[in-house]
């Protein structure tokens, strides 16, 4: 049977969809350095493993990184070892684990009803912004969701669709290898809760995966188990094995501080119990928009008992539950819960994209955003509004910088009103998805490569090396992951979290041994009283932070740094 034009009409739009989605989530790479808050310790950490060959215990300089497992800083490492490149190298495990998001999305979709809404269900997801913005970073975030994403594509294929043991098994064993990338990688495993709830609801015993027998569901809390112990055990044998109290130290910080006593008693990123409904409003745009009539029709098919729906939204709404319940609160903690959400959304969305009033909703989101985007630029650029002098100031960016930033950003608000003027509401979908990849390879080729200098202290750092002269040695002390990740040269660090007066104890030591070739890198906040302030020097500002060179002669020999009344806590 020969297919119908529409049909390789349709066809050839969904391929040429999914290359510029790809193209736009790649765009960029190699093109900027790590930047913070978190992408320049996993980098400094992987680039550690690789120049020593330890790779069991991150460390982030003298001092091991224990508030997250190494299994996302093995990935950057491996990446380097394949890539040669760290540029390319730091980034490459979140773009993976991008697209292997989007294809567990678009098959599981596929599986539990059809190919267009598999479809659907991955341009909802693309279209997120939380999604590119997290695709596009250096962060655990996104490999975190893809490992999310593949247990519950294993267990829902099991639970709905089977049974099919394998898939359990894949979908257990996925959960603790997530669970040891970040500690919350467990959470798929809540899905047994409304599909328990489905089956007492509707008396059903067959489909559900009940059929495999208790043997085969032990058999999956093993495969979990063999999961975590990828890098759990060999670990705690490291641990073992050294009699190191560093070791211990370490192995009990990253087991127990930084995941129980951290859920439940937070010491920073404390946020209200609203937090989660600002975040879906703002990251989770322009699905959030969509909330008005997703609810009710979502509503229905669960009275109905669905158990697709029961599945999908219940383990939603669980997440979200477990999250608000702790005090500390970030916007990526809930971001494994945005693909089965867009999962959930699209069977409705093809008929929901026909209502003029969704149509206009959306239409005006991306008016708003094109608008936002063309006038803030142009004020900018005509100098009718001092804001981006004193954006540009407050950061320590050149002006040729700022120049760069507002000429990306009013072409893509052009462009994005161009679509608009091209498409119109009635192909207001076609016109979201090419203006979100837009926005992404504007920002992979132009935005974040302008900004680069500033945000990854690569300019700062190249400042610090010119000043002190190639054969000079410098330490820092209250430095920052992406200061020691940038130094052009071999550097001495006194420790990340010890006290500044500690560090600076330590440093004045060191500088004594050798006042004419040594040097200090330092935040202005943290300068010690034992440095005569004739001798030092400001070298410049990065990062909202104004930072200090001090020269071994300018440090008072046999001073005692006291301790500082107000410093920096470098929480994680």
Known sequence: ??????????????????????????????????????????????????????????????????????????????????????????????????????????????????????????LA?????????????????????????????????????????????????????????????????????????????????????????????????????????????PMLLAVYARHDPAAQAYADEILFRQTGTRYANAWHHVQPAWYYLQVMFTLWLPGSLLLPWLLPAWWRRIRRGDPRFWLLLGWV?????????????????????????????????????????????????LAGLALLACGASLSGLLGASPWAEHQAARRGMEAQTVQALLSWTLAFGAAVLGLLFWLRPRRIGLALVLATASLWLVYGIGLAPALDADSSSSRLMRAVGKRIGPDAQLGMVAWREQNLLQSDRPTIDFGFKQPWDAQWNEAGKWLSRDPGRRWIFVLDQALSPCVEASGVIDIGQSNRNRWLLVPGTAWKPGCTTPVFSKQDDNPD
Not at 199 to 227: E, M, P, Q, Y
């Open 125 to 233: 997801l693309f279209v997120c912004l939380q999604f590119g913005l997290q695709a596009k970073r250096g962060q655990i975030d996104m490999v975190l969701v893809a490992m999310t994403t593949l247990s519950l594509w294993g267990m829902l294929r099991h639970l709905l669709l089977g049974p099919d043991r394998k898939m359990l098994w894949l979908g257990m064993f996925a959960a603790g290898l997530g669970t040891v990338t970040k500690g919350v990688g467990f959470l798929p495993l809540l899905i047994l809760l409304p599909w328990a709830a489905w089956r007492w609801k509707t008396g059903s015993r067959t489909g559900d995966g009940s059929a495999t027998g208790v043997g085969n569901w032990l058999l999956g809390v093993l495969c979990f188990i063999a999961g975590a112990g990828v890098w759990l055990l």
């Open 317 to 365: 709404a669980l997440v979200l539950i477990f999250f608000t319940a702790s005090p500390g609160k970030r916007e990526v903690y809930i971001f494994p819960a945005l693909p089965a959400l867009c999962i959930a959304a699209a069977p409705m969305l093809r008929g929901l994209l026909r209502r003029s009033g969704v149509r206009w909703t959306l239409f005006a989101y």
């Open 1 to 122: 049977m020969t297919p119908s034009p529409r049909f390789r009409a349709d066809s050839t739009l969904c391929a040429l969809l999914a290359a510029l989605i790809v193209f736009s989530l790649l765009a960029g790479l190699g093109m900027r350095e790590p930047s913070p808050p978190d992408e320049p310790r996993f980098a400094l950490a992987a680039r550690d493993m690789v120049a020593t060959g330890q790779w069991m215990f991150p460390h982030r300089g003298v001092e091991f990184y224990a508030e997250k497992p190494a299994v996302f800083m093995w990935m950057q490492a491996a990446a380097y070892e394949a890539a040669g490149n760290w540029r390319v190298a730091f980034l490459l495990p979140s773009l993976l684990a991008g697209l292997a998001t989007l294809w567990l999305t678009w098959d599981l979709a596929r599986r539990l009803w059809n190919r267009r809404i598999a479809g659907y269900a991955v």
